[in-house]
């Protein structure tokens, strides 16, 4: 039996505990073993530091839900969110929570409809939970359209990355607004000690709680680069896709321009890839997005501000143009992959101007210099992928007919060779 604890053991109403089960909900992560007791059996302010992708926002979203007063028809809760899109995966994760009960989950994101989140906080009708990104959230706030009076939960998502991208100043500003008797819960995977010194501001004696992962529990993620010298960076990351035929993952640039460019190569090239970043309109956002999680495009092309939050499974690679800004960049990049328990490469392109800085970055880190791959190495990976996935079809009946009558008056190599030639020329062509 697994020592785990489940969810039932963790102080829990049972009604809770149905939708989770429902769900497929039964041992919780370790960030969630902590934060839930503490969140039902104290009353305390709570900075807790967890990796991204642990279940944060069932952590405090599952014990928050349970402890909303439902006859309350008011904003009870606000919780903000860096970016939108994670404030979107929450926003999705806490109303499969609160399935069954009378509590509506408010989005309040930039470029969303305005209208929409007005009508929604001008008639509540249900105990409310308001998830957004921080200039949102003032601007309804600055013109008394979200009324806090009586909220009594105040939850900061992912702080350092809001801290990183210069949210200090609104988050300050909406603070002010918030009654002084709330209690607030500070999440993030990592604690600089800028960053704890900005948060303890909002605190009041706060429990600590690190679930961070230990060396012994940190992700099975293979560190590698490649050295830019003689081949551009657009002719290497073909020829390392081209390698590598089962690649799905995220491609991170530095710049909004870089994304831009390197799409437009990439799709001009035959690629199956979309872009995300922060100028782009949220249905662009949400458009490839979907586009990426349904498997129609293998290769997202992000910046750090429209990745930080997206939480996919089954991530392969994850693979930096240039060498990231520093050290916390380049681990939050690279926690995009090796996820629950799988396995994942790192690939990170090294110009000859960025070697100093990229020695300083992977100090104490084992990362494995790779060779360029050759077009010999590319069309032997590509055999290999096909062969695999020709031993593992069953062929049905009609298909063994039509090959017997293919092969008649043709040797049966030739008339291979020609089917190939045929319907497979893309996977082996050479870039």
Sequence with gaps: MSSTPLFAQLGLSPQTISTLTKRGYNHPTPIQTQLIPAVLETTSDIMAQAATGTGK?????????????????????????????????????????????????VEM?????????????????????????????????????????DLQWFVLDEVDEMLNFGFKDD???????????????VLSATYPKSVKATVNHYLSDPIVINAAPTQADKPAIHEQYYAVKKISKFQLLCRVIDALPNFYGFIFCNTKREVDELSKQMIHAGYLVDSLHGDLSQ?????????????????????????????????????????????????????????????????????????????????????????????????????????????????????????????????????????????????????
């Design 283 to 431: 249905s662009q956002r949400n458009r490839a997005f979907e586009r990426f999680t349904s498997k129609q495009c293998s290769m997202l092309i992000v910046t750090d501000v429209a990745a930080r939050g997206i939480d996919v499974k089954n991530i392969s690679h994850v693979i930096n143009l240039s060498v990231p800004q520093n050290l916390d960049v380049y681990t939050h990049r690279i926690g995009r992959t090796g996820r629950a328990g799988q396995s994942g490469v790192a690939i990170t392109f090294v110009g000859d101007s960025q070697f100093g800085k990229f020695k300083r970055l992977i100090a104490k880190r084992s990362i494995e210099k790779q060779n360029i791959p050759s077009p010999s190495d590319i069309l032997a990976s590509k055999k290999a992928a096909l062969l695999n996935q020709l031993n593992q079809v069953a062929p049905k009946p009609f298909y063994m007919e039509l090959a017997m009558d293919l092969v008649k008056g043709i040797p049966t190599d030739d008339a291979m060779a020609r089917l190939l030639q045929l319907r497979c020329a893309d996977i082996f062509k050479r870039r």
């Design 171 to 185: 988050i300050d500003k909406i603070v002010a607004f918030l009654p002084e008797n709330r209690r607030t819960i």
């Design 109 to 149: 994101c930039g470029g969303s409809g305005m209208r929409e989140q007005i009508s929604e906080l001008k008639s509540l009708k249900k105990a409310t939970i308001v998830v957004g990104t921080p200039g949102r959230i003032l601007d309804h706030l600055l013109k008394k359209r979200l009324r806090t009076h």
């Design 57 to 105: 926002t069932g952590a405090f979203g599952i014990p928050l839900i349970d402890q909303l007063h439902l006859s309350l028809h008011a904003v009870q809760a606000l919780v903000i969110a860096p970016t939108r899109e994670l404030a979107a995966q929450v926003s999705r994760e806490l109303r499969l929570f609160a399935e069954g009960r009378p509590i509506v989950v």
